[in-house]
């Protein structure tokens, strides 16, 4: 249990710096924009600079930022899902300023596609180890527990929010790398974590019974347990059938590890599911 959640915590540092060298060496300079709440403090910080002559760093402006939607997270999302946030934030904030402003590239366009691929890589590894990169990633599930749509639509509304800014502030130009970039980190973001926003897991046991407690205890989700029988040991078994958010996926694996190392579990992508889904409120009878 120390060692997953020790790699959880490096992969979220690593993602952090990973974003940090992103807005630093690619993104800041050139005025092309990053995703989400990163994206958001970066336009800022320029607006304050350039339009009112006052220095806010993106990495402090980040951090604040963040502290609210933090205590939304505490209480709609989940204790320990947001605790990774907050490590994110504060990681990505120190790497922000510690790290000096460079440019490696005059070519806005080098700088918006490797930029985004770094900052893809960085949320990309965090997601895939159920941990976030904190602000829009919490805004866009307590959005999408509420109404059941795809947190992918909230990512696209917030972001194209940020991006119309960018173009009324500055050079139109500006907007349209940052969508360059936009589109370059979700693409990374897909490659290497899933990019369905539900997916299905049936799990092969012998322990179904332990198994479906566990995962009941972490998440309310329903379950359903079919006879299964092994065509080469003849032995009889159960399949647990179970359709999860991508951000429960972690979890999942973790709980199935710990319960039943033995279980085979297949993940197939769920496209679309019809009828009831359990949602933030509802209990389960």
Do not use: C
């Amino acid at each position: 249990m120390f060692f997953i959640e020790a790699k959880r915590v490096a992969v979220v540092i690593l993602g952090s710096l990973l974003m940090a060298l992103s807005l630093n060496f690619f993104l800041i300079n050139a005025n092309v924009y990053a995703s989400g709440f990163a994206g958001a403090a970066q336009l800022v910080s320029s607006v304050l600079k350039d339009h009112l002559d006052i220095t806010i760093s993106t990495g402090i402006l980040l951090l604040v930022f963040n502290i609210p939607v933090f205590i939304l997270g505490w209480f709609k999302v989940g204790k320990g899902f947001t605790i990774y946030s907050v490590l994110s934030v504060a990681f990505a904030t120190l790497f922000l300023e510690l790290l000096p402003l460079r440019s490696m590239s005059d070519d806005i366009m080098l700088n918006a596609v490797f930029g985004g691929v770094l900052a893809g890589v960085g949320v990309g590894i965090s997601l895939k180890l159920g941990a976030s990169t904190g602000g829009m990633d919490i805004v866009a599930m307590i959005l999408s527990r509420m109404q059941d749509k795809p947190i992918g639509v909230y990512f696209l509304v917030l972001n194209g929010i940020l991006i119309v800014f960018a173009g009324i502030l500055y050079e139109p130009e500006n907007a349209l790398y940052t969508m360059v970039a936009l589109y370059v980190t979700t693409s990374v973001i897909d490659m290497i974590h899933t990019r369905h926003e539900k997916v299905t897991a049936m799990i092969i046991t012998r322990n179904a019974d332990d198994l479906q407690q566990a995962i009941h205890r972490q998440m309310v989700r329903g379950i359903t347990i079919l006879p299964a029988k092994g065509a080469y040991s003849k032995e009889d078994k159960n399949m647990l059938y179970v359709v999860i958010t991508r951000y429960e996926l972690y979890d999942l694996e973790r709980i199935i590890s710990e319960t039943d190392p033995q279980a085979f579990t297949n993940i197939v992508q769920t496209v679309g599911i019809f009828g009831f889904f359990r949602k933030e409120n509802e209990k389960l009878t």
